[in-house]
């Protein structure tokens, strides 16, 4: 490994140091870790070899610290940014420069105690990879005092035998309390999934772990967004809205004050027929329904500095649909030019991140929301999902689009 400045830590070194007796590639993957020390605190690299962990078959940076990716998580990283901190690339040593060797593309994920990187494409059995950090990246984004470090943790994909090609990735809404008159749910998979009835292989279970009858709208090969990886479940809405039939004869999906767990058992297949990773289950409360519309006017921003590239932050005040979110809002400049740059979602979707491509310039800008954006139980702007049928239809007629205003001011000259 060509070594770099600052310190430079292997996974084959740390083989060496925790005592595996082989030394050969293959032996990486069964130490699975590279670690260095950064502030008397120990930061990993490693590959989640877990079967039963959500984050199974993917890479994960450890040891950050709370405040650090606390930090990280407002700042709003790009794609690119991240690819600069955390490169993952083909071949056994890291490359910056990218016109040589380009980073590979996939998910960032900033959570609690960890920053996780799940390839848009399952590792290749076999294959080389390498994966790194530099703290001298990091450094340049939140300006803290750290000494330069490159940790490079170089390791082989998984084969068939030991790895299955697809799991679950992530359920959202991401919240653990959740609203009685919930509407839908996402289940991302980390590869596309086969064609069935994918309905046999998910339950809601209530807090007794009985299967709750009926609670999805069942499409026989299941609502799956582009290339099959997203599968929604709608709860059956004649349970949710109020004195129609299915809900008089049968009562709510969920009741308030419950607990409840979503399980998708790993007998469900992939398109190449192979079952999942492990069960993944995902546990949550609930809460009194949501019956108030999307309250778009008291949405809060925080406007970023002029000259900069720091993310326009905009707090909901609640959650909103995961999906809907990414497609429904858009930031332009006051002629109605889309300004290009990135969204992420963050704080269970609570909290909206927008990091432009370029430094923002003083001036007018403008955040432009479809109607069609939905909360958790699917009321929208001027719009309620659930009316109760003695208050009559609704009638107020609502734009397709709202405008929210907001202004960058020139940053003074000293």
């Known amino acids: 490994m060509k070594m770099r400045t600052g310190f430079v830590v292997t996974a084959a070194i740390f083989c060496i140091l925790s005592g595996c007796r082989d030394r050969t590639e293959n032996s990486l993957n069964a130490c699975g870790i590279a670690r260095t ?82 390839p848009r494409f399952p590792f290749v059995p076999g294959l080389q990879y390498v994966a790194g950090f530099d703290s001298r990246k990091l450094k ?3 300006g803290l005092d750290i000494e330069p470090v490159d940790l490079d943790f170089s390791f082989q994909g998984f084969g068939a035998n030991n790895m299955p090609a697809t799991f679950v990735e992530k359920i959202y809404p991401s919240a653990a309390r959740l609203p009685e008159n919930l509407l839908k749910m996402y289940v991302y998979f980390s590869g ?56 008089l004869a049968m009562g709510p999906v969920l009741q308030a004050g419950e607990n409840y767990q979503l399980v998708v058992d790993r007998a469900l297949r992939d398109d190449a027929g192979a079952p999942l990773a492990a069960d993944f289950t995902k546990r949550f409360i609930v809460l009194p329904a949501d019956r108030q519309e999307i309250a778009y006017q008291d949405w809060r921003v925080e406007r970023p500095l002029a000259g900069t590239r720091d993310p326009l932050l905009v707090y ?14 858009l930031v332009c400049a006051q002629s109605g030019t889309p300004v290009s740059g990135e ?55 609502t734009p397709p689009e709202v405008r929210i205003e907001f202004h960058i001011p020139a940053r003074p000259t000293s």
Not at 87 to 102: I, L, R
Not at 209 to 238: N, S, Y
Not at 319 to 328: I, N, W
Request: proline share 6%; aromatic share 6%.
């Open 140 to 142: 340049e984004h939140l």
């Open 37 to 118: 020390s950064i502030s008397g605190a120990d930061v990993e690299l490693r590959l989640n070899e877990k079967p039963e962990s959500p984050g199974f078959g993917a890479l994960e940076l450890v040891g950050l610290g709370h405040s650090t990716l606390t930090a990280l998580n407002k700042r709003g990283l790009s794609r690119s940014d991240w690819q600069k901190i955390f490169p993952v690339q083909t071949g056994t040593a890291v490359s910056k420069d990218t016109s040589v060797k380009a980073a590979m593309l996939g998910n960032y994920v900033i959570e609690p105690d960890l920053i996780r990187f799940t």
């Open 192 to 247: 596309p999934i086969g064609f069935g009835n994918v309905h046999d292989h998910i339950r809601l279970l209530n807090a007794n772990d009985e299967a709750v009858p009926l609670p999805f709208v069942e499409v026989e090969q299941g609502l799956w967004g582009p290339h099959r990886k997203r599968l929604t479940l709608f709860l059956h809405p004649g349970r949710i809205k109020r004195n129609v039939g299915p809900n």
């Open 343 to 397: 969204i992420s979602i963050a704080d269970a979707e609570q909290r909206m991140l927008f990091k432009p491509q370029q430094a923002w310039v003083p001036g007018e800008y403008v955040i432009r929301v479809k109607a069609s954006l939905e909360d958790l139980a699917g009321n929208r702007i001027g719009r309620l999902f659930d009316v109760a049928t003695n208050t009559g239809r609704q009638t107020k007629t």
């Open 316 to 329: 909901f005040g609640e959650p909103l649909d995961h999906a809907l979110l990414e497609r429904c809002i």
